[in-house]
């Protein structure tokens, strides 16, 4: 399966204006709430004084309405970036087994039936995204439905089931605002004890409104990658809970088996990218504790041994 270049420089192009669309959202709903709110500025007095109160409401609006709103946005954003096409009617009988099959691994789950979806890609790949465990979509590679056989694709499908059930969208969105909170809160901080330092005994001088955004904007950085460690630490350790519920929804056996297939597939030289997101296979380059999946014969092992 090849990609033209005017399909890459499309499927780029979304991605930002997705991006750029999702900021805007942030900026606005975070502007008009502050404005209700009746928040005031967390600097006073020409920047000699910090109203820490003002600046933690300030922070949590803006860290919490960035993470919420990708989150109502994440299956829309889905769709776009990876030109997912949900099955509305069953176009033949591999797209009426995929229903079935989720219908079926939705209901011993104990949750509503997702969307579902098939996306064009070579790789063996599925994701699951959506703002409620009710309100979900689980889609799958057309290369994994031509590769694996039905009781993989079955595991592999339970294993996104698995991550709409334990409530991990939501649960790492709410991690991901606390931690944006606190990122943006002593980020500013740190950049206010620093424009403090350069001034006088009169309170002139400091970095002034560039060199302070600048220092900011630094701080934002150094603790934001600081905080990725905790967010991929969850993310880790809620693939295990999938697999998990992936082997439980559809064997123990078939979920290893999976496993141990999409292993083969990533250790094929020039078969695929670096990295595989969504279900998540990774061929360990990224530092672990930055890695957003657990090594592949880890999860083996532990259900192995489970």
């Keep these: 399966m090849t990609t033209s270049l005017n399909e890459v420089k499309q499927n780029i192009m979304l991605r930002i204006l997705l991006f750029l669309g999702t900021n805007l959202a942030v900026l606005v709903v975070a502007s008009i709430t502050l404005s209700v709110l009746g928040v005031p500025s967390y600097l006073q007095q020409q920047g000699t004084g910090l109203n820490l109160q003002a600046l933690l409401i300030f922070c949590a609006v803006f860290g919490f309405a960035g993470s919420f709103i990708s989150l109502l946005l994440s299956k829309r954003m889905a769709k776009w970036g990876t030109r997912a096409q949900v099955i509305d009617q069953p176009r033949n009988p591999a797209e009426r087994w995929l229903l079935e099959t989720v219908n079926d691994l939705a209901t011993k789950a104990g949750i509503k039936m997702p969307e579902v979806a098939i996306f064009p890609s070579p790789t063996s790949n599925a994701f699951a995204t959506g703002w409620n465990k009710n309100d979900a979509l689980v889609a799958v590679s057309d290369g994994m439905l031509q590769r694996f056989d039905r009781e993989e694709v079955r595991a592999v499908l339970g294993h996104e089931i698995g991550h709409v059930a334990n409530g991990d969208m939501v649960t790492l969105t709410l991690i991901q605002g606390i931690l944006n909170t606190f990122v943006m809160f ?30 900011v904007i630094v701080f934002d950085i150094i603790f ?52 595989m997101v969504a279900f998540g296979i990774r061929n360990g380059k990224m530092a672990k504790l930055l890695s957003s999946h657990p090594p592949l014969d880890e999860r083996i092992r532990a259900l192995s041994e489970g």
């Excluded at 600081?226 to 693939?239: D, K, N, P, T, Y």
């Excluded at 056996?253 to 670096?274: C, F, H, S, V, W």
């Design 224 to 275: 934001g990658i600081l905080a990725s460690m905790i967010v991929m630490w969850f993310s880790r350790w809620r693939e295990f809970r999938a697999d998990a519920a992936g082997a439980d929804l559809a064997g123990r056996g078939a979920m290893i088996r999976a496993l141990q297939r999409l292993k083969a597939e990533t250790e094929m030289p020039n078969q695929l990218p670096d990295s």
């Design 186 to 215: 002593f980020a500013r901080i740190a950049a206010f004890v620093i424009d403090q330092f350069f001034r006088n005994d009169e309170g002139e001088g400091g970095l002034g409104f560039f060199g302070h955004f600048a220092v």
